[in-house]
């Protein structure tokens, strides 16, 4: 009472007694709340090596982890704990949102069966490695080990010494159109030029307008043998975006740290017969890196499936909605902007050597002959040496009016020149030649021999010239596929 009759006295009235009461309590729970509260610490690494404890409360009581890597970086997490997280991080040069994938995530968890198709060129057909050392068996296995109750079917649609050009009107024949995800491996075998960006945006929105509606991801090697450390892969990453397909790039984690220390290449490249670095096919340690990191970037959408069914969606109604994100862009990023142009999905004719379901077969031939490079069935031609020699092929063109030609370029194996023209139109034939100067790069290239024909069927003829661009004269040439569309 006493106390009572004091503060009145000198606050003046009971309001401001109360008042007074009030900012006494506010300055004794600012004092005390500077004082440790006993929750788990976790210790950051500052740059001066000074520890700082940050406080974190304890996980919410109840919740329990879909997957023991859920624990981001915790214990459970082995890919985490194996790369570090800056690593991961680092491999993801683009995420995205990855909604057709989270999708497929889903129907695996609940035991659907999954199809997933692989294109790619030697690397991911296994050059240098053991079928059990193949990144892309190494990403299968976690699969199954991962969803035990879901059935998969593993495609490995890989051929040597391909590109996006040939991929683009030419996938069908490798993978099956009813695939649930695709995994793309192409951009050492892409040179850094801007026809094979178009070329690999024809191919994602091939691969995109399927039917099954597939998820995407675009991964990432890289080779030492080239001009020049990038390659058409780093073209891809533009596409990759403006698609919203996740880009996983093996380069962006290992090649500075291989710069640092050359000597690393025997870690990550194959080893030939020679016992010498192969330069342009990563090893079992480059396989298996490029899968983990592939599994690091599924296992993180598993988690975020399980953090919430349903994504945040954006206040702002002039923002795309969630269920917006499995679109395909109205127009393709290689033209320009209109408001009126739609883009039907594409449905090419494609033969070729390389390939089962639709043959690479003449309707006439004079000359020509099947074969293959040293008994190497992964890489059969139908080859001519003798100038004169002549052979036709029955082609469907579509709305495109456009036709191809797929074959060899190389500077080592004395290739010469073609003539190729569609019908009877001889005049309006164009020479294509096998020889090119870039030393080491052997490669399946793409030619448009014909622009502007009709829809329907026609005969496409080429006959070997005696001109040669080789420097020794030499004749020979290799076609792998005709396309039209």
């Given amino acids: ?44 690494h500052c740059e001066q090596q000074v520890e700082v404890q940050v406080h974190q409360p304890p996980p919410s009581p109840g919740k329990q982890l879909p997957y023991a890597f859920c624990d981001t970086c915790g214990p459970g997490d082995a890919l985490c704990q194996q790369y570090g997280a800056h690593n991961l991080a ?13 999708r497929v995530l889903r129907d ?32 299968g296995a976690w699969w199954n080990r991962t969803f035990p109750r879901s059935e998969l079917t593993l495609q490995n649609g890989a051929v ?23 995994v793309t491996e192409l951009a050492v075998n892409d040179q850094r ?28 090697v890289f080779g030492l043998a080239y001009s020049m450390l990038s390659t058409g892969g780093d073209l891809h990453t533009s596409v990759s975006q403006y698609y919203d397909v996740p880009h996983i790039s093996l380069r962006n984690v290992v090649l500075p740290h291989l710069l640092q220390d050359p000597s690393l290449d025997r870690y990550w490249f194959a080893i030939n017969r020679e016992g010498v670095v192969d330069h342009r096919h990563i090893g079992y340690n480059g396989h298996r890196a490029l899968a983990d990191l592939l599994i690091a970037h599924v296992q993180r959408q598993l988690c975020a499936l399980h953090d919430s069914e349903e994504p ?57 002959a099947n074969w293959t490079y040293r008994g190497n069935r992964v890489k059969p031609y139908i080859r001519a040496t003798i100038p004169g020699s002549k052979v036709s092929f029955r082609i469907v063109v579509g709305a495109m009016g456009r036709v191809r030609i797929t074959y060899l370029k190389s500077a080592e194996f004395g290739l010469g020149t073609i003539k190729c023209w569609v019908d009877e139109d001889e005049a309006r034939g164009v020479k294509v030649a096998g020889h090119w ?16 024909v009709s829809q329907g069927e026609h005969v496409l003829t080429c006959q070997l010239l005696e001109e040669t661009q080789h420097p020794g004269g030499g004749t020979e040439f290799r076609l792998i596929a005709v396309d039209a569309a």
């Fill in 312 to 368: 945040v969606q954006a206040l702002d109604a002039e923002l795309p909605a969630w269920s917006a994100m499995e679109a395909v862009p109205r127009l393709r990023m290689m033209e320009p902007y209109d408001t009126q142009t739609v883009h039907h999905p594409l449905v090419p004719f494609c033969m070729s050597t390389r390939t089962t379901r639709h043959p690479l077969v003449p309707v006439s031939n004079d000359g020509w």
């Fill in 160 to 182: 040597p010494a391909t590109g996006s050009d040939y991929f683009s009107m030419c996938f069908g024949e490798h993978i099956d159109r009813d695939a649930d995800l695709i």
């Fill in 1 to 44: 009472m006493a106390l009572r009759q004091r503060v009145l006295r000198s606050t003046g009235s009971p309001l401001n007694a109360l008042l007074l009461i009030f900012n006494i309590a506010i300055l004794l729970a600012i004092f005390f709340f500077q004082w440790p509260i006993p929750w788990s610490p976790t210790t950051v």
């Fill in 193 to 220: 030029i801007e026809s094979n960006t178009e070329a690999f945006e024809w191919l994602m929105r091939a691969l995109l307008e399927l039917p099954s509606q597939p998820a995407i991801i675009n991964t990432q």
């Fill in 90 to 102: 680092r491999s993801r040069g683009y995420e995205g949102s990855n909604a057709r994938l989270r």
């Fill in 437 to 452: 100067d870039w030393k080491g790069l052997n490669t399946a290239n793409v030619f448009v021999v014909a622009r502007g």
């Fill in 108 to 139: 695996a968890e609940r035991g659907r069966p999954i199809k997933v198709a692989v294109l790619g060129g030697s690397v991911t057909n296994g050059h240098g490695v053991k079928p059990d050392q193949n990144w892309v068996n190494l990403f």
